[in-house]
């Protein structure tokens, strides 16, 4: 069996959260770790003994990393502040690589990004894992098939709860800067690219409104978002995004996608979709999922090993559709702070 040897670059949340899906797939092998913080090394070193391997080498020079001959493909977990000169540099090595989203804090920086991969002929997929979440995928399946017709309104609820993100990103991390848009870009891209996935079609225009709310107790932001995009394809759809919640409140995500011969398709969590439809009895799909497999983490990675980097294939998700997921975030930040709708060109 072919055994690809990754490495990964950045340590942090991101980075344990690929280890737990490549632990789990058997054409993976983590062989090495940079990080320019050698205290970085030494706690990620005791996390990886706790899930039954270590990585190999650890360096404090990114270059070393990449020139290494045993690394085949990265995994760049750099949060999208500081990812642009990071991922030139994977890029300008040739090896194909993840790049967590966003792949940058302005589209700007997304389409350097994907200029310098076209001269280098890099494959680069950015990490837009809910496209391989099974209920997702499953969601899509069922709307591309034409179970429900034409999708005519999707509302979209994603909940998390606001000690979860105190422990993702401790107080005084640089996402709680709420002048720089806080947390909103980087947790709502993830819907956005899913949208124009699952709709096949671009927004118009987007229309949000946005409460934030201090949290003393964690030293964080809660955030509270309500928006509506219109696209091309005349479907509607309305988000709700907060990060303000107790652990106690009900499923983090709940999608209901409405179609136009009134059945539907529903996503009550990540471990279950429901059709519901005027034709047939409502039908049920089930997942039992492990850890990294709810958010489509897993499948996002075993895809990039087998296809991207054995298979040489050109990845599914591209850095424009990054960058398109992007600005329809930044849309948010814009909307609220005006007062405006939002138009996309």
Known sequence: ?????????????????????????????IVAAWSKFPEEHARFSEFTRKLGFEVEKYYTDLRKMLED????????????????PIAEEIIRSGKPAIVECPPGDTPETIDRLNRLAEERGTRVMPGHCYRFAPCFKKSKELIDG????????????????ADSLARQWPRGSWIWNKESGGPIPTMTVFCMDLSRWLLNSEPISLYATLKW???????????????????????????????????????????????????????????KVVLY?????????????????????????????????????????????????????????????????????
């Not at 001959?69 to 642009?84: E, L, S, Y």
């Not at 995004?241 to 990540?270: C, H, L, R, Y």
């Open 1 to 29: 069996m072919t055994k690809v040897g990754i490495g990964l670059a950045g340590l942090g949340f991101m980075a344990r959260v690929h280890s737990r899906a490549l632990s789990r797939i058997p054409e993976a092998r």
């Open 69 to 84: 001959p045993g690394v085949d493909a990265v995994i760049c977990a750099i949060p999208p502040r500081f990812v642009g």
């Open 146 to 161: 034409g179970k429900i017709g034409d999708p005519t309104f999707v509302h979209f609820r994603e909940f998390v709860p």
């Open 213 to 271: 709310q201090e949290l003393p107790q964690f030293g964080t932001l809660g955030y509270t978002v309500a928006n509506v995009i219109k696209f091309k394809n005349g479907a509607t759809w309305v988000n709700e995004f907060s990060g303000s919640v107790a652990q106690t409140m009900g499923p983090p995500m709940k999608m209901e996608i409405i179609g136009e011969n009134g059945g539907a398709v529903v996503a009550d969590g990540p471990e």
């Open 277 to 345: 439809s005027g034709k047939e009895e409502q039908k049920e799909w089930p997942f039992e999922l492990v850890r990294p497999e709810r958010w489509g983490h897993k499948p996002q990675d075993e895809y990039f090993i087998k296809s991207v980097v054995i298979g040489h294939e050109e990845p599914v998700v591209k850095l424009l559709d990054a960058k398109k997921a992007l600005k329809m975030s930044l849309a948010i930040l814009e909307s609220s702070k005006t007062g405006r709708e939002i138009h996309f060109e």
